[in-house]
Structure formats: structure tokens, C-alpha cells
């Protein structure tokens, strides 16, 4: 009975070492090292007494051992759950936990305890794999759900929302921001021609290069059908005035199979001078599109706030073709 009290440390289901040298510098050497050591790590019994504990470990868990784990056993008398590396006879690497705490009666001596981690290590792995996963997945679904899928430019939902912020920076810096709405002129004459395949590639060529108009930070958007949306921060009437010309430009030679097409496109456009809310600039420039349809088309008009006449409050940036 009493045997079974004091049980050998061979009968433990971890590796146990005795090292030397816990206040001297340089190696410190095993003075003893159960049977688990060789067994489960693969050290050979009969040369571990006597070797330097260096010989054991990976060089990066040598110097974790000299610099954290020695000093929190000096200084708190052990040292718990640290995770270090075995570098083993074969050359494999095995991640063990390590707990040390000074010997009970030779202060100079410490007692180490090493439990094998290899599934905590697996687990752990797969577990920092299934985030990494996890966080791609999430990116292409943020990336979905803020894209829209013919174009590659940003939906509806997500226009609504950087608008709000970027007119919400405007107000704070007092910079101006504009917002052109743009369409195309009888579009449903295109699809009716090409078929709505041919229509999908007019869309999506001219989504590209509308984004090549703009700046990395200028909002395009394509707001549904053939409607697109830009939102532009830090713009004067002379800049607005110059993109919308831009935008006319790249319309009138979209490239399709075979052929180079002439777009007609309608802007409405408008700018943030008295008024900071995205809707209110919205409905602006989506009035002066309207006007620019009921004025012939293939133009873009300019929404003037300080014009009283509702009639008066477009103007023509551009002489119709
Ligand atoms: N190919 C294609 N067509 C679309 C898409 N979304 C909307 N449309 C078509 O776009 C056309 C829009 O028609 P309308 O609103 O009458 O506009 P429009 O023909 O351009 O006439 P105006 O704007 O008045 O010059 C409809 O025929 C829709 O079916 C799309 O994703 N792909």
C-alpha cells in the first residue's frame, strides 16, 4: 500500500527531468529523466544523464527556456504551461507543455515536467486553420454582398452607406462632395437589338471603364439597371464639369465583339454646397438626369441650388451632339 502511495516516476504518464545549474549560466545538464523520456520522445536512456538539456530542446525553445522559463523559476519558484519544442534523435520536432518548479530540498536543481502536445498542437493547428477559412469566407461574402455581380462595382446597399460617410466626413472637413447619376439613353433599344446577353456586356464594359474614370477614392457605383451612381469627395464645378465629359468620352466607344458602339448616356449632377445629406443630393441629381432625358438625351445637366426657378435649375454642362 505504501508503495502504491509513493509511486515511481516511471509510472507516470509524462516525461520527468532533473536539471542542474539553475543559478549558473551556459548548459544546464540533466541529472535525471524517466523512462517516458525515451520511451515517448525517443531520447536514448542511457545518454540523457549527464547531456546538456540544450541538446534536448530546439534552438528557439533553448532560448525561451533560458529567458523566461529559468527566470520565472528563480524569481517565483515555477514556472507553468509553457509550450516548448523537443528536437528528437530522429530529427522531428515534438511540441511538449513544460511545468517547472525548483527542487524541494536542492534549490539549485530544477524539476521539470513534459507533457506531450502533439494533439493539442494538431488541434490548435486546425483550429487557427478554420479561422484563417472562416475569415476568407467572411471576406468573399462582405465582398458579395457589397458588390454587384455584372460590374464588379459597389451595390446599391453598399453606395447607401459610403455616401452617409463620406458626406458625414465632408461636413466635419467642410470639403465639397459631388454626386452624378448617370444612365443610359434607350437602353431597352440596345437589349432588343443585342439580346440581353449583349445588353449584360454593355453593362459590365461600360462599369469598368466608368471605374477607371474615377479616383481610388470616388464612390462608383452601379445603383440597378442601367443606372450608375459616383460620388466624388474634394470636387469643384471645373472637376465634375471634366468627369462628366470623361464619362460621355468612354460611353461613346464601348467595344463589343466585332464592333466599337456609340453609348448615349444621360448625367444628372450635383454637389455638396448647402446640403450634406446623400438623399437630398441623390434627388438632386436624379432631377437634373430627368431633365436631361426630357431635353433630348446624350447630355449632362447640372442641378444649381441657387437657382430659384425650378425651371431654371439645370445647367447644360455640355452642348447636346
Ligand atoms: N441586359 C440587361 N438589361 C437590363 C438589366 N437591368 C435592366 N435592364 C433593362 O434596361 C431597360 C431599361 O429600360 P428603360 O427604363 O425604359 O430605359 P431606357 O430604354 O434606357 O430609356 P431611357 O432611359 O428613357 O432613355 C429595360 O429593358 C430593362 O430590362 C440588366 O442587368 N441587363
Given at each position: ?7 515511481d ?11 542542474s ?23 536514448a ?8 538539456l ?32 523537443l ?12 511545468n ?28 487557427v ?5 472562416l475569415?476568407?469566407?467572411?471576406s ?10 455584372l ?34 439613353d434607350?437602353f431597352?433599344e ?65 467595344p ?33 438626369l430627368y431633365a436631361?432625358k ?13 437657382a ?6 439645370v ?7
Amino acid at each position: 500500500m505504501r508503495a502504491l502511495l509513493s509511486p515511481d516516476p516511471d509510472d507516470f504518464p509524462c516525461g520527468c527531468l532533473v536539471v542542474s545549474g539553475i543559478d549558473e549560466p551556459g548548459n544546464r545538464l540533466i541529472l535525471y529523466a524517466n523512462h517516458y523520456v525515451s520511451e515517448q520522445f525517443g531520447f536514448a536512456a542511457e545518454g540523457l544523464v549527464g547531456s546538456p538539456l540544450s541538446g534536448m530542446l530546439s534552438r528557439a525553445s533553448t532560448v525561451i527556456f533560458d529567458v523566461y522559463v529559468l527566470p520565472t523559476v528563480l524569481h517565483e519558484g515555477r514556472c507553468s504551461e509553457v509550450l516548448l519544442e523537443l528536437q528528437t534523435p530522429t530529427g522531428s520536432k515534438c511540441p511538449v507543455v513544460v511545468n517547472a518548479r525548483r527542487h524541494s530540498t536542492d534549490q539549485t536543481l530544477i524539476v521539470l515536467s513534459l507533457f506531450d502536445a502533439t494533439q493539442r498542437d494538431t488541434l490548435y493547428q486546425e483550429l487557427v486553420e478554420t479561422r484563417r477559412l472562416l475569415e476568407e469566407k467572411a471576406s468573399i461574402l462582405q465582398h458579395l454582398s457589397s458588390t454587384d455581380e455584372l460590374t464588379g462595382l459597389l451595390n446599391r446597399r453598399e453606395l447607401n452607406k459610403r455616401a452617409a460617410i463620406m458626406l458625414a466626413e465632408a461636413r466635419r472637413y467642410e470639403t465639397s462632395v459631388a454626386v452624378l447619376v448617370v444612365d443610359i439613353d434607350h437602353f431597352k433599344e440596345l437589349n432588343d437589338t443585342l439580346g440581353h446577353a449583349g445588353g449584360d456586356k454593355i453593362l459590365a464594359e461600360l462599369g469598368k471603364r466608368f471605374r477607371e474614370q474615377g479616383r481610388a477614392t470616388d464612390i462608383v457605383a452601379r445603383y440597378g439597371g442601367e443606372e450608375f451612381v459616383f460620388v466624388v469627395p474634394k470636387m469643384d464645378e471645373f472637376r465634375v464639369r471634366q468627369l462628366a465629359q470623361r464619362l460621355h468620352k468612354v460611353a461613346s466607344e464601348v467595344p463589343v465583339p466585332g464592333k466599337v458602339l456609340t453609348v448615349s448616356i444621360g448625367i444628372g449632377l450635383t454637389h455638396s454646397r448647402d446640403d450634406f445629406l446623400y438623399e437630398t443630393l441623390f434627388m438632386r441629381a436624379d432631377k437634373a438626369l430627368y431633365a436631361a432625358k426630357a431635353a433630348g438625351r446624350d447630355r449632362s445637366l447640372f442641378f444649381d441650388v441657387d437657382a430659384q426657378d425650378v425651371g431654371e435649375r439645370v445647367i447644360d454642362l455640355l452642348p447636346s451632339s
